[in-house]
């Protein structure tokens, strides 16, 4: 079983709505990552969280927007989403960024299915 | 940049037989590999990981992988396939750009024939 927990599984909203996704680990990891997967695509990097702090953006367009309350929880919020952001949303954490090499194994969350409408 | 090539977008093997799932990775720093496989509908697990400190690497479910550096290589092997070894199965890399950027291959779908 994930330590990572995601939530909700499975998510559709319109357009016009605001939603967010939420995760939350307990492992004392300090570092947390959101990835988006299409179908039949590899997982690509959104945002990296590091001790609370957002560290790496990938260009992500500003309709998503992360927060990291605390060091155990991640949101990702939504709003005005386009159909093609539907997608398969990961979150993910690590250790302890710090640590470099041997600090970064990746644990993933079940994930959140998206549906733009 | 760190990449990944995943070789065969689709393997099928029998029940029984040798799995053998191959990887190739470019990076500029000494690299951080591992394997995580996908079953349908499901987040990614990690099967193994490659820190440096011994080439062949042992994971979970019985599988394993071996870190060859004069090759680039770091090829997954199961001895005896089993049905439910069927799923999705992502290569990365992380080390270019700092260890917490990973890069995923595109995957290989083992099929696993009764």
């Known amino acids: 079983d994930t330590e990572v927990t995601q939530t909700p599984k499975h998510l559709v909203m319109g357009m016009t709505n605001k939603k967010s996704l939420k995760c939350e680990q307990h492992m004392g990891h300090r570092a947390m990552y959101w990835y988006k997967q299409k179908a039949k695509k590899p997982p690509e990097l959104m945002f990296v969280?590091?001790?609370?702090?957002?560290?790496i953006n990938e260009s992500v367009p500003s309709r998503f927007s992360p927060e990291c309350p605390n060091s155990s929880l991640l949101n990702l919020h939504l709003h005005a989403l386009q159909p093609e952001d539907s997608a398969l949303y990961l979150c993910?954490?690590?250790?302890?960024?710090?640590?470099?090499?041997?600090?970064?194994?990746?644990?993933f969350g079940e994930g959140s299915w998206l549906t733009v409408v | 940049a760190q990449s990944v090539t995943q070789l065969g977008s689709h393997v099928s093997v029998s029940e029984g037989a040798l799995v053998l799932l191959r990887c190739n990775y470019s990076?500029?720093?000494?690299?951080?590999l591992f394997w995580y496989v996908q079953y349908p509908n499901q987040g990614l697990q990690l099967l193994l990981k490659y820190t440096s400190a011994a080439t062949l690497v042992k994971g979970i479910n019985g599988f394993e992988a071996e870190f060859k550096k004069s090759e680039t290589s770091f090829h997954l092997t199961k001895p005896s396939a089993h049905m439910s070894d069927a799923a999705e199965y992502f290569c990365?890399?992380?080390?270019?750009?700092?260890?917490?950027?990973?890069?995923f291959g595109t995957g290989t779908k083992l099929q696993v024939i009764p």
């Open positions: 993910a954490s690590s250790q302890d960024p710090r640590q470099g090499r041997t600090g970064n194994t990746i644990y």
């Open positions: 990365a890399v992380s080390g270019d750009g700092g260890y917490q950027k990973v890069t």
């Open positions: 969280y590091s001790y609370e702090k957002l560290s």
């Open positions: 990076s500029s720093v000494p690299p951080y």
